[in-house]
């Protein structure tokens, strides 16, 4: 218990007001954070995912900021009882018709404290089919990230996903929800294929030509392009949960403990125990089953311009995080007879904020 009093982030919500101040989940190791107090420049950058929302903006100065936050929440019973039991443990919460709702890294805490899962607005790289009514408290998320536009109509580029070629999901429905929601924040939306964002904030000095990956919770996102201009976009709803659920199978163990062992490890190349040997071999499923499709999609593709130059394939996203991704990815890259040379392989900078700084990319040549 006084770990979790520890831990949780404070003053997400105004209490039991359904509104949320917005000055808090600044990222603790964004590379240069931007004060309450300094002006920004026009123009936002918002990464949608399923396991992390991102925002980003840029002052004056050219620092970003970055605020995160886990697209998840908890929904529980108003009774006097939790609502001090909350009070207590300091975690901040609304009321939502009748509910008190904790979202975030604190509705994780909660979860393991009474012993149940966390809702997630979205499955897959859009918008779960199961909490289609979850949309307010997204809403509410959007807000805290963003606060409001620094004037009426201010640009946010928001990702979405390329249509998958493993799924039946299509993309209008989410993309048209999350514009809405934008909107209906008083900003301009616009929406941002999630690879071609990694080719914004990563390939800049490749004259913006290459592959950009984002490997993602729900989703991998590829993006191959020609000067910017993408010339092929596709996913596959194979992710970090991808993995989860399929470690989790094989062992018998709960999903939420196989993404504790996953994010725990050393070294992915030097597994140390049976559980961990599971973890590699689907990563290395997943890396090869994600170059040999761009390797079918760009063979099967017209009109693919042909590259003058060995590219770089750059790797951005939560699940390329875990130690030992890059070289294990280089190890599967040699046993596939890829279509264009390639110079080099490599990790995005930063790669859980690539994705939203790219979106940032895209706004600020706009706005
Ligand atoms: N250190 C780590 N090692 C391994 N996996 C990690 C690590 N940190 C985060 N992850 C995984 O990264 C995933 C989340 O990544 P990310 O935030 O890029 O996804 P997302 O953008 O929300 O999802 P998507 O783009 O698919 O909608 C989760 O599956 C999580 O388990
Ligand atoms: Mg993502």
Not at 126 to 136: F, L, T, V
Request: net charge negative.
């Amino acid at each position: 218990m006084q770990e979790f009093e520890e831990t949780v982030s404070e003053d997400i919500f105004e209490e039991e007001n359904g509104e949320m101040n917005d000055e808090t989940v600044d990222s603790p190791s964004a590379e240069a954070s931007v004060g309450t107090d300094t002006e920004v420049v026009l123009g936002r950058g918002l990464d949608v995912g399923t396991a992390n929302l991102v925002s980003s903006v840029q002052d004056v100065d050219g620092n970003v900021g970055i605020k995160i936050q886990r697209n998840a929440f908890i929904d529980i019973d108003c009774d006097d009882y939790t609502k001090s039991m909350l009070t207590r443990l300091n975690v901040q919460y609304v009321v939502l018709d009748g509910k008190m709702v904790v979202v975030g890294d604190p509705a994780f805490e909660l979860a393991n404290i009474f012993n149940r899962a966390t809702r997630r607005p979205m499955k897959d790289g859009m918008i779960s089919p199961n909490e289609s009514d979850a949309m307010p408290i997204e809403k509410m998320l959007l807000r805290t990230l963003l606060g409001d536009p620094q004037v009426d109509g201010e640009i946010c580029y928001f990702t979405v996903p390329a249509e998958p070629i493993d799924a039946e999901m299509n993309v209008i429905y989410h993309q048209g929800v999350f514009a809405g929601l934008l909107k209906s924040l008083g900003y301009t939306a616009k929406p941002l294929v999630e690879g071609h964002s990694v080719v914004f904030s990563e390939l800049a000095e490749d004259d913006f030509t290459g592959i950009g990956i984002s490997c993602g919770g729900g989703m991998f996102n590829i993006c191959v392009a020609y000067k910017s201009i993408p010339a092929l976009s596709f996913s596959t709803t194979r992710g970090g949960d991808w993995i989860d659920r399929n470690v989790a199978n094989v062992l018998g163990i709960s999903t939420s403990r196989a993404t504790s062992i996953k994010e725990k490890i050393g070294n992915l190349q030097t597994p140390q125990n049976r559980e961990e040997e599971a973890v590699e071999i689907y990563y290395r499923n997943l890396i090869s089953y994600t170059l040999e499709n761009i390797k079918k999609r760009f063979e099967s593709s017209q009109g693919m311009p042909a590259f003058p130059d060995p590219i770089s394939i750059v790797c951005a996203g939560g699940t390329s995080m875990i130690p030992g991704f890059i070289d294990i990815f280089r190890d599967e890259f040699e046993n596939v007879k890829f279509p264009i040379e390639v110079a080099e392989i490599r990790m995005a900078e930063d790669p859980l904020y690539s994705v939203s700084k790219g979106c940032l990319v895209a706004a600020l040549s706009e706005s």
